[in-house]
């Protein structure tokens, strides 16, 4: 059996440098570790920014956490020291040597003070140590690159955003959209403060801003929080598009005015003549109710005549929503006109439909020879005088229309098919 210590079997000289060698390496990539950390950029920021919330409480425990983990690693560098100085007393390591190297290197024998104590108070194994100094880092540096890594991506856009933001408010201004003024005006100052606001927050507690990734244990895995900023990208954009429509109108207020007094003008035609066609109806058709002609409408006019102003004034703001309601409600009254127009007329179309009826008849009973029947000529001339005579009485006309008609019919029952008809 081998010679045994509390630290367990005795190591051999080929044990011993192997563990010496591999604890070399990795007090080498400790320290490289370390060092990266100690210059990490987030770092730096960290150290002097002045911090609140969640980061300022996390900062100042992993403040003290890196403080001790130099400390760690200063107690793992002596102990590597003075294992290594062991070893190289002799070629050939004796037996004590072997049983002290084996100590140092398997066994509890690493002391450390306590954070802030001043006094030992804990002890490990170089293995354990190489553990807590791992575990130490990786928690420290996952708030590093955390913290780096807002700041990395949201103040940048946030600038960007304010800059675009910038130009909007000046595009605004030009166009008349101010705040008090215009609704876009005002949502361009809550977004100002807004965007103020955020980047303050960010700056002084970046770690509000993270969400970490589900199931990842690498440090700084997550992505930067930009649900603020995207909600106020998009308000931008929607106010970026309502000032695009004021550029619009006031490229085209011209043309469109010109098409709104146009249509307007229309209307007032179209009312026009149907207050004419009225008194002829009622000049030349008894016993007919025939709608009253509404007059022209002074309100668009009036604000036709506003808009004009707006448009001199450069109003483009107040101009854009009331060119809307304009074009609108003149095409809707010029379809009222037209309906007007139709309904007054409608009792001239039923007298020129029965004339039409009547004459159409007449050719037909003239194809077939009869233009010259009595009964014939008797009815029709008194369908024609009522349907040419003023007032013309629509209801007994259409009457004796239809009489002229049936007795057309019954001798057209009776009689030869015309040739000339046939062919």
């Known amino acids: 059996m081998g010679v045994t210590d509390p630290a367990g079997p005795v190591m051999d000289r080929d044990e011993v440098d192997r563990a010496l060698a591999r ?3 990795e007090h080498e990539a400790i320290e490289t570790s370390l060092l990266a950390l100690q210059d990490h950029a987030g770092r730096r920021l960290l150290e002097g920014a002045e911090l609140s919330g969640v980061t300022q409480e996390r900062w100042r425990a992993t403040e003290d956490r890196i403080t001790l983990l130099w400390s760690y690693f200063d107690a793992y560098t002596a102990a590597l020291r003075g294992a290594r100085e062991i070893r190289s007393r002799r070629r050939w390591s ?3 040597d072997l049983a002290e190297l084996t100590e140092l290197l398997r066994g509890t024998s690493v002391a450390v003070a306590g954070p802030g104590t001043g006094r030992l108070s804990e002890s490990f194994s170089l293995a354990e140590l190489v553990d807590r100094m791992n575990e130490m880092y990786a928690t420290s540096l996952d708030l590093v690159v955390t913290a780096d890594a807002v700041w990395s991506a949201l103040p940048a856009r946030i600038d960007l955003l304010a800059a675009e933001l910038q130009r909007t408010r000046q595009l605004a201004h030009s166009v008349g959209v101010r705040p008090g003024e215009h609704p876009a005006g005002d949502d361009l100052e809550r977004i100002t ?3 103020t606001r955020l980047r303050e927050d960010v700056i002084r507690d970046p770690l509000a801003f993270w969400v970490p990734a589900r199931g990842s244990s690498a440090p700084g895995g997550g992505r930067p929080d930009t649900t603020v900023y995207d909600r106020e990208a998009r308000a931008l954009e929607d106010v970026r598009r309502e000032i695009d429509a004021v550029l619009t109108v006031r490229q085209d207020a011209e043309a469109r005015l010109i098409r709104l007094r146009d249509v307007l003008s229309r209307a ?5 003549e149907a207050r004419t066609a009225r008194g ?5 058709i008894a016993a007919t109710e025939v709608p009253v002609v509404s007059g022209p409408p002074t309100v668009l006019q009036e604000q036709l ?7 001199r004034g450069a109003q483009w703001h107040r101009l854009s929503p009331l060119l809307e309601s304009l074009e609108q409600r003149a ?3 010029l379809l009222r006109a037209r309906e007007q127009l139709t309904a007054v007329t409608a009792p001239l179309a039923v007298r020129a439909e029965l004339r039409g ?6 050719a037909k009973v003239a194809r077939h020879g009869l233009a010259e029947d009595p009964f014939l000529v008797e009815r029709y001339d008194a369908a024609r005088r009522m349907l040419w005579s003023a007032p013309c009485d629509l209801r007994v006309a259409e009457g004796a229309v239809l009489r002229y008609q049936r007795a057309a019919a019954e001798l057209l029952d009776g009689a030869p098919e015309d040739r000339k008809g046939d062919q």
């Open 23 to 25: 604890l070399g390496q």
């Open 94 to 96: 004796s037996r004590e």
């Open 193 to 195: 403060r807004t965007l």
């Open 268 to 272: 007032d035609r179209t009312l026009a």
């Open 280 to 284: 002829e109806v009622l000049a030349k």
């Open 305 to 311: 005549a506003t808009a004009a102003e707006y448009r």
């Open 331 to 333: 095409e809707d009254e």
């Open 357 to 362: 009826r009547l004459d159409a008849y007449k």
